[in-house]
């Protein structure tokens, strides 16, 4: 039996959300071409877990950021999660009361390679851009 | 702190007088010498490993610690690599952190990019990419500098 088996239930126009820093190098880069900022491929990797996305159809944009009054928002398709060969599996857990999405890929481990992330990234779109100085008051701080 | 040897280190060295000096010079001289094991074009990215490493948790939004000692001792051999011979013409690298405890060492030179990505054990992850596109990529396990050298290499026209 696979480790991992990707759910048919989550259509290929389901959009997916993942959080990035807008002024963070590690998560964004300047477009060669139009010079605009663009998510690199630091937004979807991770070293040692599987990534994780939200569910924009489940979710809005105040909820995903409730907690996070400086990041912005990335989306890509499921249909683009799926050609670049990795699979998409619900998340069981209950996380900040949203339900989330993993992005396996096909390696055993589930990790995204480098190649993959860049894959997702360079087709990643911005939801909501934002650059929220560190040393501003959150926008919802009481 | 990483203990590693980003640190000056303090010697002394006996300097001969020069040949044909004069009897005041004669005598030659202790020399206190220090060596700082980084070049110039370093040391903003030797600085900006250690920022990496103060990062809070949840850096990322999705619960990451800041990136593992083995990560940031391994972004210093590779950098301390730089220096060695046939690389000096190589641009830096921009560092950042990566989701897990890594760092990304990302290279650009014409239509080529090299990506290193270090794991949070010190293992690297490589990625070649070529006119935008991902050609090759593999995992290094417990990577000797020589090994990276030749996917530097690879950069340089």
Known sequence: MALWQNDASISDDEILWRRVLADDPAHVKKDPVTGEPRPNSGAFRSSKEITSVGIASLTTIDDFLASYPRHSIVGITARVVREAGCMLVRDRIENEGQEHIHIVASRTDGILTGGEARKLADRAQWVLYRIVPRTATPPNAV | ?157
């Open chain 2, 1 to 157: 702190m990483t203990g590693l040897s980003n640190t000056a280190t303090m010697s002394f060295r006996y300097v001969e007088p020069p040949a044909g000096a004069g009897r005041d010079a004669a005598q030659g001289q202790w020399s206190e010498v220090i060596d700082w094991p980084w070049g110039a074009r370093q040391i903003p990215l030797v600085q900006r490993l250690l920022t990496l490493e103060n990062l809070p948790k949840d850096w990322d939004s999705y619960g990451s610690q800041p990136p593992s000692k083995a990560a940031i001792a391994m972004g210093f051999t590779l950098l301390k690599g730089l220096d060695d011979g046939g690389l000096e013409n190589l641009t830096m690298p921009r560092i950042n952190p990566v989701s897990g405890g890594g760092i990304l060492l990302e290279w650009e030179s014409g239509q080529r990019e090299l990506e290193l990505e270090v794991l949070s054990d010190g293992d690297v992850r490589y990625l070649k990419i070529e006119g935008g596109e991902p050609v090759q990529e593999d995992t290094v396990t417990h990577p000797m500098f020589s090994q990276m050298r030749g996917l530097l290499l690879w950069l340089m026209p």
